[in-house]
């Protein structure tokens, strides 16, 4: 089996320091965060950035010392949302891809998410997905219904995103798709066979999706973004402890961890270059 790729999703946009006290949220913070976690073992941050007060911002200058920090730091592959948060507006979400990072995520559709609608118009996919075809930025097909992929499949078809293509796949979500074994064979069996995946439980379904992947030869998220806790009602210490348990359960199941240059070999991105501002 391929090494197994880890991905720690530092902050989120909706994860509070009053749920998770040690959620990162300035940039400082943000960056020792993704370093710890790539000394534990990840070998992609996915990153979210916060304004002064601790709110979600897509803001490009926030993102720029983010990825300037982190680079100084360690040479961690770099993914920055174009999710954002449920209310920021189209434009600002893709603001960070224009910091060429190597990857960056899009959601193919639009679902619900908890009480709010997370909309992602066909419009402003393709928008998004010519963006980073232009600056060279791998998408991460961040998938919450099924439906999402066939909309993924569709940039490839008109030859705006180009194979091998990586999922990420976030289950549980309330109001999109459950978290449950069958839901997973039912999406690894969707996407193309040369295609990379990952999965990303949200709460509780964090660690058994986590274990179902190292198993299917698919690859992992773990962090705050989805999941604030170690076990039953007790909060993890940090995004990186939630990295070490899943490096250590993938070795004993005999499958090695990649580093950030494995990493860019299996998902076929160029080694980071003077894309990162620093
Ligand atoms: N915060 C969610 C509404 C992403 O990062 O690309 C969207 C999200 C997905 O987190
Ligand atoms: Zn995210």
New binding site residues.
């Given amino acids: 089996m391929e090494k197994l790729i880890i991905t720690a999703?530092l902050t989120?946009?909706e994860t509070t320091k009053e749920q998770q006290p040690n959620l990162p949220v300035t940039p400082d913070e943000i960056a020792q965060a993704a370093y710890e976690c790539y000394q534990a073992g990840a070998a992609i941050v996915?990153i979210?950035a916060r304004d002064d007060q601790g709110t979600a911002t897509q803001d490009i200058e926030v993102y720029r010392d983010i990825f300037s920090k982190i680079a100084k730091k360690c040479d961690v592959i770099i993914q920055p949302?174009t999710?954002g948060g449920t209310w920021h507006t189209l434009e600002e979400r893709l603001q960070p891809v224009f910091l060429k990072p190597e990857m960056a995520?899009l959601t193919t559709g639009t679902c619900n998410f908890g009480g709010d609608v997370f909309m992602n118009s066909r419009e402003y996919i393709e928008k998004y997905a010519e963006e980073m075809k232009r600056l060279y930025v791998k998408p991460e097909f961040?998938i919450f219904e099924r439906g999402m992929i066939a909309n993924a499949l569709d940039l490839l078809r008109k030859g705006l995103v180009t194979e091998p293509l990586h999922f990420d796949f976030v289950m549980g979500v309330s109001g999109a798709i459950t978290a449950e074994p069958r839901d997973l064979v039912y999406l690894v069996e969707s996407i193309p066979k040369k295609s990379t995946w990952s999965v990303a439980g949200i709460g509780r379904n964090q660690l058994p999706l986590a274990l179902m992947a190292i198993a299917m030869g698919g690859h992992v998220r773990v962090g705050f973004?989805d999941n604030i806790y170690f076990s039953r009602g007790v909060l993890a210490t940090s995004n990186a402890q939630l990295v070490e348990r899943i490096v250590n359960i993938s070795k004993e199941f005999g499958r090695e961890v990649a580093t950030p240059e494995e990493a860019r070999q299996i998902l076929g991105l160029k080694k980071r270059g003077d894309n990162i501002t620093s």
Avoid: K
Wanted: hydrophobic share 20%.
């Fill in positions: 999703a989120g946009a996915h979210h949302s999710g995520t961040e973004e």
